[in-house]
């Protein structure tokens, strides 16, 4: 296998496991507490990146050997995308551990084989941001596909159903939109904090994008009341500038708060991984 390709596949393992190995992240799994899920924990989700890992070097040797139009690269995509969710399911007795991620790894690792086509690593912010736009231009037609009959579906997925009633278009409308949450958001963010300690850093992280970002699982469980509140509580966290182990005895507190009112930012949570990704590449930590 060449040798790039290994070395980011190796980079979008790293990602899975140093998201859900952050701790402590509010709502969500983590080392210390299963958030607000009663059907998964840490171990489940190392069995979840396990079974999704063999399928990281397909998507990637998709977008390095294709050739054609790059909207053409996203059902390949999709076609090995489905293999590994099903792969998931099967480690995970049926349990939706990572679904998003793993669509947004398909669609990001397939640019990156794309752009290996004419680059090499190490990347730098700009190699990153091609990427994003090239993400942009194989999904440019995702949305007008995946929504187009939406209506008429009788089985409808939490995203169909949260498009329907209120127009948003979560982890699709990211991608579409090449992914706008890494590209001005998190990226910038990791890398003008890259001096902290990396956990630290990946906390603060996660408390700015929760504060911004329009979370698909929150609206699902919350509704925009739930996300209006979780965005302001964690501007509030983020503007406090609190010390390291204030912050952590912070999101411990805040965990359980989330808990109770059974709210999980699976959205940010994704978006982290993804971020996590991009930031190894660059060589950020």
Known sequence: MNKQICMIDAAAQKALFYEVTLSPKPGLVDRFTNGAHQD??????IDSIL??????PQYLNAGFTHDGAKGDLFSKLRKIGQQAETAMFTATKGVNTHKGANFSFA?????????????????TATDSENILTLSREITQDLLKKDFKY???????????????AQGTTGIRGQAAAGYPALANILLPYLRQ??????EELLLRALIFLMSTLTDSNIL??????ALTTIQ????????ANLSAKDLSNTLIQYDKTLISRNLSPGGAADLLSL???FAILEGLF
């Open 220 to 225: 699902h469980r919350g509704g925009k009341m």
């Open 150 to 164: 939406v209506a008429q579906k009788k089985n409808l997925t939490h995203g169909e159903k949260l498009y329907l």
């Open 107 to 123: 669609i990001l690792l397939g640019a990156t084989g794309l752009y290996l086509q004419k680059s090499q690593l190490p990347f």
């Open 51 to 56: 079974a999704l890992a063999p399928y990281f």
């Open 275 to 277: 971020g996590i990704y």
């Open 193 to 198: 904090n890259r001096h902290l300690p990396r």
């Open 232 to 239: 302001s509580e964690m501007k509030q966290i983020h503007a």
């Open 40 to 45: 998964m924990d840490f171990y489940l989700f």
